[in-house]
């Protein structure tokens, strides 16, 4: 072994119409980088040349949008649709893939986002985290700010109220994001330290 401290890569690529899923977002980065991840937060509806780049470097891509007519955003489909250049090259075989999405009700229809965004990681060949977290809210004494309130278990999913704000983005769903960050940081630098293990190895 070389003994390299080996810091994982992580990419978040996300689109947000409305500021709510961007909350989560900037949760999942936050988890991310407290542990210990080099982060790059990318809107897919702005991506640019550099961007791209970053997210070819990356040693995991984590997926967000909001659930839009029940499945992810016309502007995430159009960033997923552009992904088909690397899909030609196998540039994004075995990364790491996790994903996130919000919307206005409870279900609201977010595991068809969840289970989309699997696919398009399954299309390029990664290798899928998932939330890694048992449901909450769901005995006589849960509650709503129970981790993981909603129940999924694909990946992090948040409800916000449409009458609200950005602002008024749930803290239970906050902080069940920030775990997604953590949890993807941490599996991914298993990976990259197995990877440079094998390698010293052979
Ligand atoms: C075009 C459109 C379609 C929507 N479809 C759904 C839906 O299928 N299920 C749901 O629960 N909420 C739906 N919503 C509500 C949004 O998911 C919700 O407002 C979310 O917080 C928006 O996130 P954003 O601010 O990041 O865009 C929809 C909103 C819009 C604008």
Redesign the pocket.
Known sequence: MSGITHTPVVSIAYH???????VIAEAVRSGAADAGATVHLIKVDEIDDAQWELLDGSDAIVFGS?????TA?GAFHLFAEATSKRWFGDAWQDKVAAGFT????KS???LNTLQYFQTLAAQHGMSWVNLGLKPGWNTSTGSENDLNRLGFFAGAAAQ?N?DEG?DAVHKADIATAEHLGRRVAEQTRIVVAGRAALVDAA
Do not use: V
């Not at 919000?102 to 009700?105: D, F, L, V």
């Open positions: 947000s119409g409305y500021g709510h899923t961007a909001p659930t839009y007519m029940g955003s919000n919307s206005g009700s609201g229809d977010k916000s449409a950005a």
